[in-house]
């Protein structure tokens, strides 16, 4: 099921990010006192009420050189494009202001559900100044102080009342999911044509989904893919569609829909820190991976490129030992009838199941060969294994003291899965739980 998007617009210094982190539940954005800070994370995962939704700070957006203005307009845009909730900030103790005006306007004009909160009344006295906010248009302010934590869950309770109320339409499970990420350039909309070449394409407009992402359906071989927000890797006009942390956001609602994340580098240009950046997301996002290198055509090679290249990706995405790479040249085609198949395993490795007593026998086989580590005269004691999900396989080993699970003797352990049952393209997990 698609996850609802709730976007928070507001002018500069409203406690757009001190919200956002409030809701997120941990602080990962820095807050500083300086309008217009730029910001790592600006999309996360939050849940209220068992109900989980994602969450946007189109704070942390920066549009770059233009007006204040232009950029609060941009910001609010992107909540319209990208959010099924909107969360319009204001601040309490400055009263309504030209840019709220401003905000309310570009709101007006679209038709999603927009949920007006005034920040900072961080005590009782100042309820009153919530009033002048009726004259915004959007029904009753919500006051809340982010400071405080005060009011976020009156405010939640607002924003899930909103949810679309049917579930939005996904695919079916049989049905591989993947997207194709990566810095402009390095061939994305290319690799899609070419492996679409001359397939019958199905457009699907998924209901209930952001307007413009645009998915495409297509059978090959008796097994569905669809690649997710196909639309996304075109550039559409709009001056935020350029920026960074806009291209980031889209990616990141791509691989959050998906089943396996092709990251795609550029072989003429090699890997560079951002290849990395865009790497990390889909691991952290639990996805499967396939490292694509295109226009292998175009570069100067012979027998050793191929393995030399693929050193050099080892060494930069350690995190990402378990994805397979595919050389690959959308111009030319070559090899480009390996990628699906590869899909198609990683896929499968993403979703499989292993039973409870083949994988005890797995987990004693290599406590034997390897005893379990000590820490202050403790040592660690295993007890039995299991795995509780799928994409990705996560699995619980219940244990005397997870303090005493070490990180490298978790490493050895997933590498003992890794080598028994495959799971090759697919990050595992592994928890530690005390037994009771
Ligand atoms: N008194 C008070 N101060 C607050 C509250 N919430 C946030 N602030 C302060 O307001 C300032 C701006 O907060 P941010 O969360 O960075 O605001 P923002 O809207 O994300 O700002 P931009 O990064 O400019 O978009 C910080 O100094 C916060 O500490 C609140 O509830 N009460
Ligand atoms: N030689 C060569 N050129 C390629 C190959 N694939 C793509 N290109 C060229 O690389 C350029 C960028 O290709 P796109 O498919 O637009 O790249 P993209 O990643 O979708 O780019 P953005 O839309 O900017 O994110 C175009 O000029 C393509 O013709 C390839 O396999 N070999």
Partial sequence: MTKPVVAIVGRPNVGKSTIFNRIVGERISIVEDVPGVTRDRIYSSAEWLNTTFNIIDTGGIDIGDEPLLTQIR???????????????????????????????????????????????????????????????????????????????????DAVVAHFPKREMKEYDADVIKFCLIGRPNVGKSSLVNAILGEERVIVSDIAGTTRDAIDTTFKRDGQEYVIIDTAGMRKRGKVYESTEKYSVLRALKAIERSDVVLVVINAEEGIIEQDKKIAGYAHEAGRGVVIVVNKWDAIEKDEKTM????????????????????????????????????????????????????????????????????????????????????????????????????????????????DTFGFEGTPIKIIARPRN
């Fill in 74 to 156: 941009q910001q609010a845009e992107i909540a319209i494009d990208e959010a099924d909730v909107i969360i319009f900030m204001t601040n309490g103790r400055d009263g309504v202001t030209a840019a709220d005006e401003e905000v309310a306007k570009i709101l007006y004009r679209s038709n999603k559900p927009v949920v007006l909160a005034v920040n900072k009344i961080d005590n009782p006295d100042m309820r009153e100044n919530i009033y002048d906010f009726y004259t915004l248009g959007f029904g009753e302010p919500i006051p809340i102080s982010g400071t405080h934590g005060l009011g976020i869950g009156d405010l939640l």
């Fill in 307 to 418: 393995n030399e290249f693929e050193q050099k990706i080892r060494d930069h995405f350690q995190f990402l030992d378990y994805a397979p790479i595919v050389f690959v040249s959308a111009k030319t085609k070559q090899r480009l009838h390996k990628l699906l198949p590869v899909i198609q395993m990683v896929s499968e490795n993403h979703a499989m199941r292993v039973q409870t007593n083949v994988l005890n026998e797995v987990l004693m086989d290599a406590v034997a060969m390897n005893p379990t580590p000590t820490h202050n005269g403790q040592r660690l004691k295993i007890y039995y294994m299991t795995q509780v999900a799928v994409k990705p396989p996560t699995f619980v080993v219940f244990v005397n003291d997870p303090e005493l699970m070490h990180f490298s003797y978790e490493r050895f352990l997933e590498n003992r899965i890794r």
